[in-house]
Protein backbone atom coordinates (compact mmCIF):
# COMPACT_ATOMS: atom_id res chain seq x y z
CA UNK A 1 0.00 0.00 0.00
CA UNK A 2 2.76 2.28 1.00
CA UNK A 3 4.58 1.77 -2.66
CA UNK A 4 1.18 2.25 -4.18
CA UNK A 5 0.94 5.77 -2.52
CA UNK A 6 4.80 6.62 -3.50
CA UNK A 7 4.20 5.73 -7.02
CA UNK A 8 0.75 8.09 -6.97
CA UNK A 9 2.61 10.82 -5.06
CA UNK A 10 5.28 10.78 -7.93
CA UNK A 11 3.34 10.75 -10.93
CA UNK A 12 1.32 13.70 -9.31
CA UNK A 13 4.84 15.47 -8.65
CA UNK A 14 6.13 14.64 -12.37
CA UNK A 15 2.66 15.86 -13.60
CA UNK A 16 3.05 18.97 -12.00
CA UNK A 17 5.97 19.98 -12.44
CA UNK A 18 6.54 19.65 -15.98
CA UNK A 19 3.60 22.39 -16.60
CA UNK A 20 4.71 25.29 -17.72
CA UNK A 21 2.74 27.51 -14.86
CA UNK A 22 5.09 25.16 -12.94
CA UNK A 23 8.07 25.95 -14.91
CA UNK A 24 7.70 29.78 -14.80
CA UNK A 25 6.78 29.73 -11.53
CA UNK A 26 9.93 28.36 -10.76
CA UNK A 27 12.36 30.77 -13.02
CA UNK A 28 10.25 33.95 -11.50
CA UNK A 29 12.04 32.80 -8.16
CA UNK A 30 15.17 32.35 -9.40
CA UNK A 31 15.06 35.90 -11.06
CA UNK A 32 14.00 37.63 -8.27
CA UNK A 33 16.59 36.33 -5.84
CA UNK A 34 19.44 37.44 -8.10
CA UNK A 35 17.75 40.49 -8.88
CA UNK A 36 17.88 40.50 -5.10
CA UNK A 37 21.49 39.57 -4.80
CA UNK A 38 22.72 41.97 -7.53
CA UNK A 39 21.21 45.38 -6.47
CA UNK A 40 20.19 45.15 -3.20
CA UNK A 41 19.83 49.13 -3.12
CA UNK A 42 16.74 49.05 -5.26
CA UNK A 43 14.71 46.69 -2.45
CA UNK A 44 16.34 48.80 -0.13
CA UNK A 45 17.91 45.46 1.12
CA UNK A 46 21.46 44.93 2.37
CA UNK A 47 23.57 42.50 0.18
CA UNK A 48 26.58 42.69 -2.01
CA UNK A 49 26.72 44.63 -5.14
CA UNK A 50 29.07 43.78 -8.07
CA UNK A 51 32.03 46.77 -7.70
CA UNK A 52 31.45 49.69 -9.68
CA UNK A 53 27.43 48.70 -10.66
CA UNK A 54 26.45 51.64 -7.93
CA UNK A 55 28.44 54.13 -8.93
CA UNK A 56 28.52 53.67 -12.91
CA UNK A 57 26.31 55.82 -15.50
CA UNK A 58 25.82 54.86 -18.89
CA UNK A 59 27.13 57.68 -21.30
CA UNK A 60 25.30 59.55 -23.40
CA UNK A 61 24.10 58.00 -26.46
CA UNK A 62 24.39 54.47 -24.69
CA UNK A 63 21.00 53.34 -26.32
CA UNK A 64 22.09 54.07 -29.77
CA UNK A 65 25.41 52.83 -29.57
CA UNK A 66 24.25 49.65 -28.08
CA UNK A 67 24.75 46.51 -30.42
CA UNK A 68 23.04 43.22 -29.62
CA UNK A 69 25.44 40.05 -28.65
CA UNK A 70 24.59 36.85 -31.17
CA UNK A 71 25.83 33.51 -30.28
CA UNK A 72 26.94 30.72 -32.89
CA UNK A 73 24.40 28.12 -30.35
CA UNK A 74 20.86 28.29 -28.78
CA UNK A 75 20.56 28.35 -25.05
CA UNK A 76 20.38 30.80 -21.73
CA UNK A 77 22.28 32.91 -19.89
CA UNK A 78 23.57 31.45 -17.07
CA UNK A 79 26.19 33.63 -15.49
CA UNK A 80 27.62 36.91 -16.07
CA UNK A 81 31.20 38.19 -14.93
CA UNK A 82 29.76 41.42 -13.91
CA UNK A 83 33.26 42.77 -12.86
CA UNK A 84 35.19 42.05 -16.29
CA UNK A 85 31.91 43.50 -17.58
CA UNK A 86 32.21 46.40 -16.05
CA UNK A 87 36.05 47.19 -16.78
CA UNK A 88 35.28 46.05 -20.31
CA UNK A 89 32.77 48.87 -20.29
CA UNK A 90 35.29 51.01 -18.85
CA UNK A 91 38.08 50.57 -21.07
CA UNK A 92 35.60 50.89 -23.93
CA UNK A 93 34.45 54.22 -22.68
CA UNK A 94 30.80 52.88 -22.58
CA UNK A 95 30.23 53.92 -18.83
CA UNK A 96 31.14 56.90 -16.37
CA UNK A 97 31.88 56.29 -13.08
Avoid at 20 to 27: G, N, S
Avoid at 43 to 59: D, F, K, Y
Avoid at 64 to 90: C, D, K, N, P
Wanted: with cysteine; glycine share 8%.
Amino acid sequence: MASLGVLIYLIHHVAVSIQVTYFIAVVSQDLHHVIERLFPEMLAHGGSVPQGWCEARLSEGFEFEARQVRTARSGYLQVVESEGLMQLATEHDLIST
